[in-house]
């Protein structure tokens, strides 16, 4: 696979000619989901949701099918019938050549005093693991993690503890639109020195193999 970095929580992951993408939410590049086959979306907050930019991907692609939690199929079925799934913790299914595992519940904490929604993570072809915003272990060997590096919902600590726990053999930086340039050398010393795997982190753009 080839995985390209977006900005903020959206990736885009490429094989044999056809295209996934996760998370292409509105502080996402307008045009961050644009000729995807395959898209998935981990909970409904508005940074991972666009339903604009999924519309438009459905609209203009009619082999074209998305994969979300209830919270936000729910918001989209009705306009494209059998085109729009609805998953939750231990699923699996295969889209256009890529095959999915579908972890976890529950967005991380916020405070206390927030209701937490619903959150899944992807497993993609058994290799990259996106969590959304959680720290989902998904209980299977996890080659490249997109870890959520910087929220309102997590400490440093926190992050290269779930990079431990994991055990990927590299993580790569995502959710991270609101971290400041200054403080990027920060974490990635931290999360580099500490985290016991790879760090990588890349510009809106930019590309890896997965």
Same mark, same amino acid.
């Given at each position: 696979?080839?995985?390209?970095?977006? =900005?903020? +929580?959206?990736?885009?992951?490429?094989?044999?000619?056809?295209?996934?993408?996760?998370?292409?939410?509105?502080?996402? &590049?307008?045009?961050?989901?644009?000729?995807? #086959?395959?898209?998935?979306?981990?909970?409904?907050?508005?940074?991972?949701?666009?339903?604009? %930019?999924?519309?438009?991907?459905?609209?203009?692609? @009619?082999?074209? *099918?998305?994969?979300?939690?209830?919270?936000?199929?729910?918001?989209?079925?009705?306009?494209? @019938?059998? =085109?729009?799934? !609805?998953?939750?913790?231990?699923?699996?299914? !295969?889209? +256009?050549?890529?095959?999915?595992?579908?972890?976890?519940?529950?967005? +991380?904490?916020?405070?206390?005093? $927030?209701?937490?929604?619903?959150?899944?993570?992807?497993?993609?072809?058994?290799?990259?693991?996106?969590?959304?915003?959680?720290?989902?272990?998904?209980? /299977?060997?996890?080659?490249?993690?997109?870890?959520?590096?910087?929220?309102?919902?997590? %400490?440093?600590?926190?992050? $290269?503890?779930?990079?431990?726990?994991?055990?990927?053999?590299?993580?790569?930086?995502?959710?991270?639109?609101?971290?400041? #340039?200054?403080?990027?050398?920060?974490?990635? !010393?931290?999360?580099?020195?500490?985290?016991?795997? *790879? /760090?990588?982190?890349?510009? @809106?753009?930019?590309?890896? &193999?997965?």
């Amino acid at each position: 696979m080839e995985l390209t970095k977006k =900005r903020h +929580a959206c990736v885009r992951l490429e094989k044999d000619g056809q295209t996934l993408v996760i998370d292409p939410g509105g502080f996402s &590049e307008q045009d961050a989901a644009e000729g995807a #086959d395959v898209l998935l979306v981990t909970h409904e907050h508005p940074d991972h949701f666009d339903p604009g %930019k999924l519309r438009a991907v459905l609209d203009a692609r @009619p082999a074209a *099918e998305l994969w979300a939690l209830a919270s936000v199929a729910g918001q989209l079925a009705a306009g494209y @019938p059998g =085109r729009v799934h !609805t998953v939750g913790q231990g699923d699996t299914f !295969t889209a +256009a050549g890529f095959d999915v595992q579908v972890h976890g519940e529950l967005h +991380a904490v916020i405070h206390p005093d $927030i209701p937490r929604v619903t959150n899944v993570g992807y497993l993609v072809d058994g290799a990259v693991f996106h969590p959304g915003d959680a720290f989902t272990v998904p209980g /299977h060997p996890v080659d490249t993690l997109l870890l959520p590096v910087h929220a309102p919902w997590n %400490k440093i600590s926190e992050v $290269i503890d779930y990079v431990r726990e994991v055990a990927p053999r590299r993580c790569l930086d995502v959710h991270d639109a609101l971290l400041a #340039d200054l403080a990027r050398p920060l974490y990635d !010393t931290h999360v580099g020195n500490l985290g016991g795997a *790879e /760090h990588l982190r890349l510009a @809106p753009g930019e590309g890896t &193999e997965g």
